[in-house]
């Protein structure tokens, strides 16, 4: 069975249905890695029985530096792709040059890289949200695109309908991606 490493920074929505969709179904989730102590996600995956391992960006003085130990980290798995869902990180090229990662993301890119894009894609004046899963390259959510999903904003659309609409988008995609891609050999 195939093996992945997820990647996550916060309420860990995408993890928790990664694990729950995926795990030992379709591939074993070696283990989640954070740089948040304080990460909500990291309680429910570990009652899951999944590894997190708490990797604080904070004790390391430069990026380079805490890239490097992630990627030792990921290494020691041994995984067959690593997916950030929900990682709040800006990488180097220790990173991006070693790993075969994907990133989702809450924007039909290449519109509203970086942060608050579901903010920042509610407000603008784009008929339509989606969400994207893309390689990691160099660029920060430049990486050739692998799937979207788009949907209509409605006429009074708020950002809090607009976020269920984005979540339940991530929760199909991301896990359908990576069926496909580890089944695929990409
Ligand atoms: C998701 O919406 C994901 O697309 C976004 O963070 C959220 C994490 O939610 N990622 C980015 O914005 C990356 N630039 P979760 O912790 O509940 O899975």
């Not at 928790?16 to 283990?31: E, G, P, R, S, T």
């Not at 792709?81 to 809450?106: W, Y």
């Amino acid at each position: 069975m195939k093996k992945i490493v997820i990647l996550f920074s916060g309420q860990g929505s995408n993890l928790l249905n990664l694990i729950d969709q995926l795990h030992l179904k379709h591939c074993k989730v070696a283990a989640a890695i954070t740089n948040r102590p304080d990460a909500p996600g990291i309680k429910k995956a570990r009652q899951r029985g999944i590894h997190v391992n708490i990797l604080d960006h904070t004790r390391f003085t430069s990026r380079e530096e805490f890239d490097r130990e992630l990627v030792r980290e990921i290494a020691a798995y041994g995984a067959d792709l690593v997916v950030m869902a929900g990682f709040m990180r800006i990488l180097t090229p220790i990173f991006t040059q070693s790993v075969k990662a994907i990133n989702l993301h809450p924007s039909l890119l290449p519109l509203f890289k970086g942060a608050k894009a579901i903010e920042r894609s509610h407000a603008s004046d784009e008929a339509y949200g989606g969400v994207s899963v893309h390689w990691v390259s160099q660029e920060l959510d430049g990486g050739a695109v692998i799937d979207q999903r788009s949907f209509k904003k409605s006429a009074d659309e708020t950002l809090e309908s607009f976020t269920v609409k984005i979540r339940k988008i991530e929760h199909t995609l991301l896990p359908e991606t990576i069926i496909a891609l580890l089944s695929s050999d990409k």
